[in-house]
């Protein structure tokens, strides 16, 4: 085993040891733990071995940050980097990617051939593998474990989760031999503490010594309407008693971006830094805006001055990049941030405070899901540093004490399959696989592997149901049958109706001094035949034939639950075959796909990622972006990867060349729309025109503050489309069979948009 300065700890030793002999291993630890130990350990096994080690991670930004701290350790000769928008040294002996990126070269399609891409290729570290829990990209996990050569060594790390046992068995089947490492040991404890608004002068333990709640907690009063609007914010008091209590520095989670800049704003007068400090940060400012001049006049400099901060998606990348950097040297004492810093970031903190452990989504306010709460919590503590990590949770009127401590409590979630099949799967597939190949592997999916236990709530309630059909078992003391006692209630029903209307017709004669006709008196013969069959069935004098019926109504109810969930099973058991063979309906229909195997224009599907490939590349096929100006064709392929925004923003009028080509482009969606819908295929496809004219001013050369003049939204917001965009762009100077114009056109694109800010990580 490789010597590392330090002692290893057991989880760390057995890992290793595991890696050692060969075989692949999924780590479960608590966040901070030590994990990326064991990767250290492939990494140096590699090395020593002249194999090459593969690190994948969910984030460009941890990639980067990975491949800067490997390059300082390793040497930048052996250290490679491959994300959507940067390829460095990438047959180097460690290369960092995300997962995506990996994903996609197991394709084998425009990344070249999977021998090639796969050479020498001795481990795979999956970092943050429970992020297969995330609901857009999860299924990008499960393809990357079904597709890894068997002769590759995968080291899975993820944080604490319910059924890592069921994850490592489920490898275990589709790839090579693996073993599990689950501890939850963490080496710098936490300490949980709750902040009562009415207590406002100190923490309160949040449990005691034995584990029950401190009843010295209260809950926090119900406020309505403007009162809530208008709400005392008690965040200084919050960090004047982390200050007090030396447990700084801090972050600050909350689910607002708008509140992590009024809250950093409200704590700027605390005084938190010295001026030693506040000399040293000036001096990191000066050094790094020199090397990134557009944040030179950014309205967030004076806040870093008073040793607070805020890091959420609205910033730009340079921006948290320097706000990494200062908390990291222990020099911003608060970070407020939102819950996407929790994923992984390297910014180990002695604390973190929670706002609420519930937050708003579309559909109300929720709690927050333990694993949630795991992976903000497990920010505190540092290790090395602090010998206890100390979690400090904010009182709110949306959630009571009691809740708080059954969460802190709760063990994690377990991961949840998000597996879903899309054309660019069912293409790549077949181009490798015939059908029954390809459905081999789908049913190889975690989803399929751990459907015992997703199907569980379903079949027990199957199994409630049938206890009640049992139990509701009636025993006829004429021992009828139920199809006979069936016989005499319609019999009872048709008599009790034919007599009502013998009765009105007899009643309206009479009125109208008529005699009965003979069709009536017939009617009425009949209805008297009826009652006397209904004296012939014992039901007629049964005291217990209200109870039978009634009992007979309930058990076929109950039937008729039984066999939906019965079909629900059914459907579910085979949901991801079923997903799959729709989207290949779907492509067939469309000529994608001939005797299963891709056409040509199915193969340049195959090579394009985005939600829905087939709609980007009928757009493509449709030569309606060929003769656009690379401003006018970065607008559209903006609008086309704009996801639905939850805030209004206003209008901005685009170029009549985009607008024209958006109009031919929805006539597109409604061909697509059509045929899916005759599949039942979901496929999400936009035409969202929200920074269009914006991507259009800065092709032509705007500078960015002309730029964000334009619209009241965060610049990391609009860094992020513009660079939806460039790889979008990028795709179609690499995929097969794009038009040369529109290659030649995408390049410019690309060449005039990549400037600062937009260019930087």
Not at 184 to 190: E, G, Q, W, Y
Not at 338 to 355: D, H, Q, Y
Not at 530 to 544: A, G, S, V
Not at 551 to 564: G, T
Request: aromatic residues 10%; glycine residues 4%.
């Amino acid at each position: 085993m490789y010597e590392f300065s330090f002692e290893l700890d057991d989880f760390q030793k057995d890992a290793c040891n595991f890696v050692n002999e060969g075989k692949s291993v999924v780590v479960c630890a608590p966040t901070g733990a030590g994990k990326t130990v064991i990767a250290q350990h492939a990494i140096h096994k590699a090395l020593a071995e002249g194999k090459r080690i593969f690190y994948t991670t969910p984030l460009k930004a941890l990639s980067n940050q990975k491949y800067y701290d490997f390059g300082e350790k390793y040497g930048y000769d052996k250290v490679g980097l491959l994300t959507g928008d940067t390829s460095l040294n990438r047959n180097g002996q460690i290369v960092v990617m995300t997962t995506e990126v990996f994903r996609n070269m197991l394709y084998g399609t425009n990344f070249g051939s999977v021998t090639d891409n796969m050479k020498d290729v001795k481990y795979v570290v999956l970092d943050e593998v429970h992020y297969m829990n995330d609901e857009q990209r999860g299924t990008v996990w499960e393809e990357s474990i079904i597709y890894c050569p068997t002769n590759v060594q995968i080291i899975a790390l993820s944080a604490t989760v319910a059924n890592a046992d069921e994850l490592t068995d489920w490898i275990n089947t589709v790839h090579s031999k693996t073993e599990l490492v689950d501890t939850d040991f963490r080496p710098v404890p936490l300490r949980f503490f709750y902040f009562d608004s009415s207590q406002p002068t100190r923490l309160l333990p949040l449990l005691t010594p034995s584990g029950q709640l401190n009843k010295k907690i209260r809950p926090e009063k119900r406020v309505f309407g403007k009162k809530l609007q208008n709400k005392k914010s008690y965040v200084k008091k919050v960090i004047r008693n982390l200050e007090q209590n030396d447990m700084l520095p801090a972050i600050y989670f909350t689910f607002s971006r708008k509140k992590c800049d009024e809250q950093m704003e409200k704590c700027a007068s605390l005084d938190l830094i010295s001026k030693g400090e506040r000399a040293q940060i000036q001096q990191i400012i000066d050094e790094y805006i020199a090397d990134n001049p557009h944040l030179y006049n950014n309205k967030h400099i004076e806040y870093l001055l008073c040793g607070v901060a805020s890091h959420h998606a609205g910033l730009l990348p340079a921006w948290k990049g320097l706000v990494e950097k200062l908390f990291q040297k222990g020099l911003i004492k608060v970070v407020f941030a939102t819950e996407t810093l929790a994923a992984g970031i390297n910014m180990p903190a002695r604390s973190t405070v929670i706002s609420a452990t519930s937050k708003r989504t579309d559909s109300g306010h929720r709690m927050l899901t333990a694993s949630e709460f795991l992976q903000m919590s497990g920010r505190a503590g540092r290790r090395g540093m602090d010998e206890i990590g100390y979690v400090t949770i904010i009182g709110t009127q949306f959630q009571s004490p009691e809740e708080v401590a059954e969460l802190v409590l709760s063990d994690a979630n377990p991961l949840e399959s998000r597996f879903s099949p899309s054309y660019s799967m069912v293409l790549n597939l077949l181009q490798r696989f015939c059908l029954d190949e390809a459905k081999e592997l789908i049913l190889k999916s975690f989803g399929y592997f751990s459907s015992g236990t997703r199907l569980q709530p379903l079949i027990k309630a199957q199994e409630q149901i049938m206890g009640e059909i049992k139990s509701r078992e009636f025993a006829c003391p004429h021992r009828l049958a139920d199809s006979e006692m069936h016989e005499y209630d319609k019999l009872r029903h048709i008599y009790v109706q034919n007599r009502q209307t013998y009765k009105k017709i007899c009643k309206q004669e009479r009125s109208k001094n008529r005699p009965l006709s003979s069709e009536v008196i017939q009617f009425g013969a009949q209805t008297k035949e009826m009652l006397n069959k209904m004296h012939t069935f014992p039901c007629d004098n049964c005291k217990l034939y209200k109870k039978h019926s009634k009992n007979i109504e309930v058990l076929e109810r109950f039937s008729v639950r039984y066999n939906k969930l019965e079909k629900e099973i059914e459907k579910q058991k085979d949901i991801f075959w079923n997903k799959f063979l729709a989207h290949r309906s779907v492509l067939i229909d469309m000529g994608y796909l001939k005797d299963d195997y891709p056409t040509e224009q199915g193969v340049t599907t195959s090579q394009v990622r985005s939600e829905n490939e087939l709609f980007i590349a009928e757009i493509i096929f449709s030569g309606v972006l060929e003769n656009l100006t690379p401003a006018q064709l970065a607008a559209v392929v903006c609008a086309i990867t704009t996801e639905d925004l939850r805030v209004d923003i206003p209008y901005l009028p685009i170029s009549e060349p985009v607008r024209k080509t958006l109009n031919l482009i929805r006539n597109i969606r409604r061909k697509v729309e059509k045929v899916q819908t005759r599949y039942s295929v979901e496929a999400p496809m936009y035409i969202n025109p929200y920074f269009s004219s914006l991507i259009e001013l800065w092709v032509e050369g705007a500078e960015w503050e002309t730029i964000t003049e334009q619209v009241d939204m965060g610049e990391g917001d609009i860094v992020r489309s513009f660079k939806r965009v460039v790889d979008v762009l990028r795709q179609f100077t690499t995929i097969e069979n794009v038009p040369e114009v529109l290659v030649f056109t995408a390049r410019e694109a690309i060449d005039k948009i990549q400037r600062e800010p937009v260019d930087i990580d």
